[in-house]
């Protein structure tokens, strides 16, 4: 694209700004109405040629395009010699395709307005083609205009191109995506479509580089954010401590007032809290605002709303901290009294280890093993055998048995450790239940799961054998063991 007629068109645009009539984001449109005859004195006369600038004729008394007349030349050979005395009235309209401005510049995301104005009026149509950089628009009508954030650089298209890096920085993007996670995950119908949604998106990054009139979208987006409902596109309603209703008319925001909103809008940007800090703002907001409110109304008092959100958080995480250790203390102490359950299990055990090894030390088989041909003795002995059995087996079931008390505890207690409010939903490891075990709990598990397998085994081994002994004596088969016993005792 050749640079002269870039700059010849930026000249008509300018010198002609009287007849600009309207834009879209490709096209930029003035509109003049004249009579045939005074075609001569038209600005297209003036207008440069270019495949970029499109000019169409219409009728002003039945809006038809006139087909075939694309310049004045052409309107004049369609009314020959007589184009000089013809008073019909003409509407002329000429577009001209940003596209030749755009293609000169080195951004990924740009755009190109004619007034500040209509990008206001537009910017939510507008296209992010790459999320990781910054959008560029340049405005040509207004030579002032100088508004730079993390994610927007609006500047006057004569201003030199600056030198800084287009891309958005990773801080600035994590934000966004940790807002947005939030936002989505609360609400189910709510999701920060582009970055323009995001209030800080309109953040100026310092007072030399801020736009008054651009400032006020990021009051705007706050209130979209932070409001219960909204109302209409400049009004909300928020509820508190009782309801208010806040009209937001379109007014220049200050650098200050910008920074006083920053402020307040990271203090609801809290992943862990964000719930419980946006109650908080809505039910600070609500006594301090009148019941009908608007920006006035807000920034008169948002020093003081932001210095009572933070006194009164800091109240209320000390409220926290009391209630963790009230039941982290709670906690730790069902912990202790599950232990000692445990132990008691395990104290049981043994017991009745001990209960069954002394009762094999009697003299029962010395006395009934004297005399092995005597009918009582056979009988006496077939029903110690039995007794014995009996007494293994039913000891088998209650430990057996009590794994599942041992387990019934443990689920008690995650089921406890899971119902803390503060404790379960503390992001300290160290109070999960898995920790606690592991800490307080697990030696003692161990301990009981050893004993108890040992047991088992032990109570398995006695049951054989003595079903074995009852079997060789009752029906004289199986009598390895009775055999082994008599060996031993060298009888």
């Known amino acids: 694209m050749d640079s002269l007629e870039i700059c010849s068109i930026e000249k008509f645009i300018n010198k002609y700004s009287e007849y600009y009539c309207s834009e879209t984001s490709n096209t930029i449109t003035f509109e003049e109405v004249i009579e045939v005859r005074g075609i001569d004195e038209s600005i297209i006369n003036h207008v440069p040629k270019s495949e970029d600038i499109n000019i169409s004729f219409f009728d002003m008394q039945n809006d038809e395009k006139f087909l075939g007349i694309d310049s004045a030349e052409k309107l004049r050979e369609v009314n020959g010699n007589s184009y000089s005395r013809n008073s019909t009235q003409v509407r002329i309209i000429t577009e001209v395709n940003k596209k030749i401005f755009l293609s000169q510049l080195p951004y990924v995301n740009k755009y190109i307005y004619f007034k500040l104005d209509y990008f206001i009026k537009q910017y939510s149509r507008l296209k992010w083609i790459d999320t990781d950089y910054k959008m560029f628009v340049f405005i040509i009508d207004d030579t002032n205009v100088n508004f730079q954030t993390d994610f927007l650089c609006v500047q006057s298209l004569k201003k030199d191109l600056g030198t800084e890096s287009d891309r958005i920085t990773e801080y600035a993007k994590g934000r966004y995506t940790s807002f947005n996670n939030i936002y989505s995950s609360i609400y189910d119908d709510k999701k920060l479509m582009s970055y323009f949604e995001f209030p800080l998106a309109w953040l100026p990054i310092c007072e030399s580089e801020s736009n008054e009139v651009l400032n006020n979208e990021m009051l705007i987006y706050f209130f979209n954010i932070i409001c219960n409902k909204k109302l209409d596109n400049s009004k909300f309603l928020i509820r508190g401590h009782k309801a208010i209703t806040v009209n937001l008319n379109v007014r220049q925001v200050s650098y ?236």
């Open 256 to 491: 200050i007032e910008a920074i006083c909103i920053k402020e307040l809008f990271e203090f609801v940007l809290d992943i862990d809290k964000h719930h419980d800090k946006l109650s908080l703002l809505r039910n600070t907001m609500t006594i301090f605002l009148d019941s009908q409110s608007d920006e006035a109304n807000f920034f008169d008092k948002s020093n003081e709303i932001l210095k009572a959100v933070k006194y009164n958080f800091d109240l209320y995480i000390q409220d926290k901290v009391k209630l963790f250790f009230d039941q982290k203390n709670k906690l730790l102490q069902e912990f202790i009294l599950t232990t000692k359950k445990i132990e008691d299990l395990t104290n049981g055990l043994i017991s009745q280890m001990k209960t069954i090894a002394l009762s094999l030390l009697g003299s029962i088989f010395l006395s009934l093993l004297n005399d092995l041909n005597k009918v009582s003795t056979h009988a006496l002995l077939n029903l110690v055998l039995l007794s014995y059995i009996f007494f293994f087996l039913f000891n088998m079931i209650i430990v057996f048995n009590q794994k599942e008390q041992k387990d019934s505890l443990t689920e008690s207690l995650k089921n406890y450790t899971s119902s803390l409010g503060v404790v379960g939903g503390s992001q300290n490891n160290s109070l999960s239940y898995e920790t606690l075990k592991d800490e307080y709990l697990q030696k003692s598990l161990n301990l009981f799961d050893s004993y108890r397998k040992w047991t088992l085994i032990g109570l398995t081994v006695l049951l054989f054998m003595f079903l074995s002994l009852y079997v060789a004596n009752r029906f004289g088969t199986l009598t390895i063991f009775k055999d082994a016993i008599k060996f031993i005792i060298d009888y």
